[in-house]
């Protein structure tokens, strides 16, 4: 079973930076690890994804804004959001799976990841 613990949210004006991050414990080896957001009355989103090789993989909203990445080591995994907007306010959440297959080939899917964190919030304001 892996735990998920998403810290770093909060308020922030339009331009500036936030980073979250992501505490993972119970797993030794987590192929893949993922942010996702959701907006009040919208779907859950796949915002980036980093493999254990170090790939990574963005939603085109965010694509030269944010970095994914993660310290294998701390278990740990980042969401540096830089030049954030208004439409970046949401629920972000941490993702995580065990498997290969399904988290690379749907990175974007939330039926790919089986580990969900609580949920960290986020709100731009303009």
């Known amino acids: 079973q892996v735990h998920l613990v998403e810290s770093g949210g909060g308020s922030v004006q339009a331009g500036g930076s936030l980073r979250l991050s992501c505490a993972a414990s119970?797993?030794?080896?987590?192929?893949?690890m993922g942010w996702f957001r959701q907006a009040p009355g919208k779907e859950r989103e796949g915002v980036a994804a980093?493999?254990?090789?170090?790939?990574?993989t963005y939603a085109d909203s965010v694509k030269g804004r944010f970095t994914i990445s993660r310290d294998n080591a701390k278990n740990t995994l980042y969401l540096q959001m830089n030049s954030v907007k208004p439409e970046d306010t949401a629920m972000y959440y941490c993702?995580?799976?065990?498997?290969?297959?399904?988290?690379?080939?749907?990175?974007?899917?939330?039926?790919?990841?089986?580990?969900w964190g609580q949920g960290t919030r986020v709100t731009v304001s303009s």
């Open positions: 980093i493999y254990t090789d170090g790939r990574t």
């Open positions: 993702a995580a799976d065990l498997r290969g297959y399904w988290c690379s080939a749907y990175w974007a899917s939330p039926a790919a990841y089986k580990y």
């Open positions: 119970g797993a030794t080896y987590i192929y893949c």
